[in-house]
């Protein structure tokens, strides 16, 4: 990582729309930290009330089940930020927050950060709508953990992972392709089920991996096969 990156916020998407003035106002009041990768950036359970924006690299959402094992929720990436819960309501910190490669942040006290949501509707807002999407999601994992066998709901993270690929219309990709034990987490199934999951789908040419990423040919027909697979409760749950 490039030691003289520039410490802006220019590139969060919850700022977008503040002038140069604002940003500057706002870069002042923030802490900036870089991390290597695998270093836990935030612990559950803490105190702590700022709010973390994402500069460069990502970060992995986690927790752990009372028996000890690591569940992932989210991938944040360069643009976003966490920790917005505890800013808003003061509760303690509700997951961990791992980071994925190394990369920048900044650090907002939480009393800067809702100021800026008394003085700027349209950032207020923004945070309604990412609230509003994490309700969401929980709610569609837990559709899933409860009606979709293991392979089912890798191919459906996947669906999720993905990105329009700008180079072939209709083409989907998800760069820089997570480990498969990443996956496992998110899903709540092992690395073992992920990449027989994996191995299954390469000959159907639904998906075709090219270096670190993984192009998804043909979006419509994965979710066919999602849908169309019934519930055996077999597969590695």
């Known amino acids: 990582m490039d030691s003289t ?13 503040l002038d140069d003035a604002e940003l500057k106002r706002m870069e002042a009041r923030c802490r900036w930290r870089r991390f290597k990768s695998g270093e836990t950036v935030l612990d559950y359970g803490t105190a702590g009330r700022e709010v973390f924006f ?17 569940v992932a929720f989210a ?31 900044a650090i907002m006290a939480s009393e800067h950060f809702l100021d800026l949501l008394k003085r700027r509707a349209e950032i207020t807002f923004r945070v309604l709508e990412r609230l509003a999407y994490m309700v969401r999601s929980g709610d569609v994992r837990i559709m899933e953990l409860s009606t979709l066998a293991a392979t089912q709901r890798v191919y459906a993270e996947l669906l999720r992972m993905a990105e329009p690929d700008a180079a072939g219309q209709n083409l989907w990709v998800i760069r820089s392709m997570p480990p498969l034990r990443d996956i496992a987490s998110r899903v709540s199934t092992t690395r073992e089920t992920v990449a027989r999951a994996l191995g299954q789908l390469y000959p159907t040419g639904l998906v075709r991996r090219k270096g670190r990423n993984l192009y998804l040919m043909d979006r419509g027909g994965l979710e066919k096969l999602i849908s169309s697979v019934e519930l055996t409760g077999r597969g590695g749950l």
Do not use: H, M, W, Y
């Not at 990156?5 to 729309?17: C, M, S, V």
């Not at 994402?54 to 690591?70: D, K, P, W």
């Open 54 to 70: 994402i500069i460069s690299g990502a970060v992995t959402i986690v927790n752990r089940s009372f028996s000890g094992r690591e």
């Open 75 to 105: 991938g944040v990436k360069a643009g976003d930020c966490f920790g917005e819960l505890a800013a808003i309501d003061g509760q303690p910190r509700s997951a961990s927050v791992v980071s994925a490669e190394e990369g920048l942040i």
């Open 5 to 17: 990156e520039l410490k802006t916020l220019a590139g969060i998407r919850l700022f977008d729309g």
